[in-house]
């Protein structure tokens, strides 16, 4: 399981030698990962260590480390597990081990610090969010962990049998029943509205997929919180066919495409705050140096951009053009596959959010990475 502690307890060890690793493997049965993922381990630690001139000492603990990942591939998995993250430093004795209900790219890093982005790409996919299935006789409230399905609570409401069901007429007697069961409806949207409040408190959730019919949920969200309503992202119309399982796979949908909506709009504020006085940041070297100081408030990158760099191995400086020594601290720089993983891990150290945006034109623009700074 990752959470943000433990994210932010990585992001802050740090090797002398400059090698930290960190593995990340599939461990997909598709893949055939148990003959797959220790070959490929091997093969890329013995690459490593023909390019790399390393001293006797950090050679020993790298190996050392390599070994440790090795025995886990051989053992240690739950059957659930799709994917795998390893985080391994001899020499301050670290070694974390993350099991993920989806694949990783198998990709061996080493690297002064902890390369933590595919598991921020994967938090940001995770995220726990809350069901509601709501009508005006019962409600349901889901909630789904990183994992999957975690809980369901369910809440009978009131027994409407106020019309005729042959032929839909409503008796005048009935008038008056109907007047008290409007009121019997209202208190049971207002209990779901509650327990929802107490759901979404539960897991940590920020957003809400509600599921019903429409004029019905609209009439439930003027019960909810003013905090349940802001964390409304998607409807989904209510079929009442549809399993458990169909209607969290169609909440994803809709917060696949929320989740889309929310980084558009994130570029589009970094954009328009952009220049003198505003609150936005772009390119790298301008948002790096902001994370440095602990000015950005949601950092944006772009999935696929992954440009080389160096890193220095004294100060975690990180430059995308080759330079002969830090030009802030005349530190040795070593090669890194994937600037933007200094600038994430500087996020998730100070807490900033990390945003991961796909097919942005504004982002582009912005050259794939930018941020929305705390105060202009
Ligand atoms: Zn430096």
């Known amino acids: 399981m990752i959470d943000r502690d433990s994210l932010r307890s990585l992001a802050s060890s740090r090797s002398r030698d400059g ?9 997909s049965r598709l893949d055939d990962w148990r003959q797959t993922a220790p070959t ?12 790399r001139e390393l001293d006797k000492e950090p050679r020993r603990r790298f190996q050392e480390d390599v070994e440790r990942i090795q025995e886990v591939l051989r053992y ?16 301050s004795g670290r070694f974390d081990q993350i099991e ?34 709501v009508s005006r006789d019962d409600g349901m409230i889901y909630s789904i962990d990183q994992w999957r399905l975690k809980g369901t609570e369910g809440h009978v409401g009131p027994y409407l049998k106020s019309t005729d069901r042959e032929t839909g007429d409503v008796p005048v007697k009935e008038y008056y029943a109907a007047a008290r069961q409007e009121s019997l409806v209202e208190q049971h949207f207002k209990e779901l509205a509650a327990a929802l409040d107490r759901t979404v408190d539960e897991i940590g959730a920020s957003r809400v997929v509600l599921a019903g019919q429409h004029d019905i949920v609209s009439n439930f969200k003027k019960f909810l919180s003013a905090r349940a ?31 889309h909506a929310a980084t ?80 994430v891990r500087t996020a998730v150290l100070q807490g900033a959010y990390v945003e991961v945006g796909e097919n942005l034109p504004a982002l582009d623009s912005l050259g794939g990475i930018g941020g929305l700074l705390r105060y202009a």
């Open 264 to 343: 558009e709009e994130l570029a589009a504020r970094i954009t328009e705050g952009m220049g003198a006085g505003g609150r936005g940041v772009g390119g790298f070297d301008d948002t790096l140096a902001a994370l440095r100081r602990g000015q950005v408030q949601r950092l944006l990158i772009d999935r696929a951009f992954r440009p080389p760099g160096w890193a220095c191995v004294s100060c975690d400086h990180v430059l995308l053009a080759p330079a002969s020594a830090c030009p802030l601290c005349d530190g040795r720089l070593v090669p890194i596959a994937d600037g933007v993983g200094e600038a």
């Open 19 to 27: 090698v930290f690793v960190s593995a990340f493997f599939s461990t």
């Open 100 to 133: 993920l209900p989806f694949r990783f790219s198998n990709r061996l890093v080493v690297e002064p610090t902890a390369y933590l982005r595919p598991l921020v790409h994967a938090l940001a996919l995770l995220e726990p969010f809350v069901l509601v299935r």
């Open 229 to 259: 309503a802001g964390m409304v992202v998607a409807e989904t119309p209510l079929d009442h066919v549809a399993s458990a399982a169909q209607l969290l796979v169609d909440a994803r949908e809709a917060l696949t495409v929320a989740r």
């Open 76 to 91: 240690e998995l739950s059957p659930q597990t799709e994917g795998l993250a390893l985080f391994a430093d001899a020499e």
């Open 40 to 51: 490929f381990l091997n093969s890329e630690a013995t690459g490593l260590l023909r390019e």
